[in-house]
């Protein structure tokens, strides 16, 4: 496919929202492979893709109807492990960033599992999307509430005790989600609360924990302070959000568990601080001054230890502050922490991948995985910038966004 084709396909793109996969294989030509594994080397190659499916992956050569990538850099979609999409529009905006998957911690009247499913039967353009469905906290919320009836008498009281947790976690897996989430702590970003205090006990997270692996799934846990974050590890969480207290025992601890840490840095640094004058904005600026520190030696030590680390951005893909972030803002945090580039870029692949548990399907570039896939102009080894832009997205098969020439 020469670039007259490629303008066709673009067309295509722009009527229908995606490029169908159609009967004939696509060929993409002339490429270095970074395969999100952090393997060193990076080959010039061609890439089949045959449906949704990698098809091969050959040494590159003149290969006549092949949409021709001048050398230009093939890697993994990027795999947002903690985002808050709600509404298609975010979802393509996500794409247009290099995301082709992404779990969606957090909900609000069940938007993220409405736009999961609008995806799933391609109605609309987006990311593969892992729901959580909710936050199991203390405080559930009124999003949470009006989403689940049945808990009115937690609008104004807490919810305690693991029995009552449990038969939270129950409705939420019946409402079809695909991760579960536990508060372990409380939020860093309203100026009333206190991210150092804990929040579901051991207990009522190990409730959590089990009612998850009778349905098959995963527990994220959204942990700042020390002990919250001990006990989530404890109670057989999948993965620690944020981590900014984890101390030496709990990251001990996170290592022999095998336990994920999604430390959501791009969010946390001055660049996802909260705009505004008023008292409660000032004080969340400061906080985040305080905090960037200890999160940054936490990540550090996790990466000394060999915990799997997985990228997340935090933001919604939206229109306000918490839309600015993206996976290339966290590469970018990673590498000024010491990962060399193509760790990070795993870090936001396969590792995310990995937490996910849908490694074999998606994550890294290898033959029979879904085509998965975006190009960008210039060697990310060198230049991470080049992964805010780029230039050819593939969700699956389908050409999803072409920036080509």
């Not at 995606?18 to 492979?33: D, F």
């Not at 609000?108 to 593969?128: F, M, N, S």
């Not at 579960?180 to 970003?189: D, F, I, T």
């Not at 006990?201 to 799934?217: D, K, N, P, T």
Request: hydrophobic share 45%; aromatic share 4%; charged share 20%.
């Amino acid at each position: 496919m020469g670039l007259r084709g490629v303008a066709a396909l673009v067309a295509l793109c722009a009527a229908f929202g995606a490029c169908p996969a159609g009967a004939e294989p696509l060929w993409l030509a002339n490429a270095h492979l970074i395969d999100g594994r952090n393997a060193a080397e990076v080959p010039l190659v061609d890439l089949r893709i045959d449906g949704r499916l990698i098809a091969a992956i050959v040494p590159a050569s003149a290969r006549p109807g092949a949409i021709d990538l001048h050398g230009a850099y093939l890697l993994p979609g990027f795999v947002d492990a903690h985002s808050h999409i709600q509404d298609p529009a975010a979802a393509r905006r996500a794409l247009a960033a290099g995301v082709t998957t992404t779990r969606v911690l957090g909900d609000e009247y069940l938007k993220a599992l409405a736009t999961r499913d609008l995806v799933r039967a391609g109605h609309v353009p987006g990311p593969q999307m892992l729901v959580s469905g909710g936050h199991i906290r203390p405080r559930l919320g009124e999003p949470f509430i009006l989403s689940f009836p049945q808990f009115g008498q937690y609008l104004n009281a807490p919810l305690t005790g693991v029995d009552n947790v449990r038969a939270v976690a129950r409705a939420v897996i019946a409402r079809g989600v695909d991760v579960l989430k536990v508060g372990a702590s409380e939020r860093a970003g309203l100026a009333d609360t206190d991210p150092r205090r804990a929040e579901l006990s051991y207990e009522e997270m190990r409730a959590v924990v089990e009612e998850a692996g009778r349905a098959g799934l995963f527990v994220a846990a959204h942990a700042h302070g020390r002990s919250g974050a001990n006990a989530a590890v404890r109670a057989g969480v999948r993965s620690i959000e944020h981590g900014t207290y984890l101390d030496d025992e709990t990251l001990a601890l996170m290592k022999r568990r095998g336990t994920f840490f999604v430390p959501t840095l791009a969010i946390m640094s001055p660049l996802g601080d909260p705009r505004g004058d008023s008292a409660d904005s000032v004080a969340l600026q400061l906080r985040t001054r305080a905090m960037m520190r200890p999160l940054r030696e936490a990540v550090r030590k996790a990466h000394a230890l060999g915990i799997p680390i997985a990228v997340g951005t935090d933001g919604d893909y939206g229109e306000g502050d918490s839309a600015r972030v993206r996976p290339a803002h966290e590469i970018e945090e990673l590498v000024a922490l010491g990962f060399a580039p193509l760790e990070a870029i795993s870090a936001a692949t396969y590792q995310s991948a990995r937490l996910l548990g849908i490694e074999s399907r998606t994550g890294s570039i290898a033959v029979g995985l879904d085509a998965d896939l975006l190009v960008v102009e210039r060697d990310p080894r060198r230049d991470t910038t080049t992964l805010f832009e780029p230039m050819l997205v593939v969700r699956a098969g389908r050409v999803v966004l072409n920036r080509l020439e």
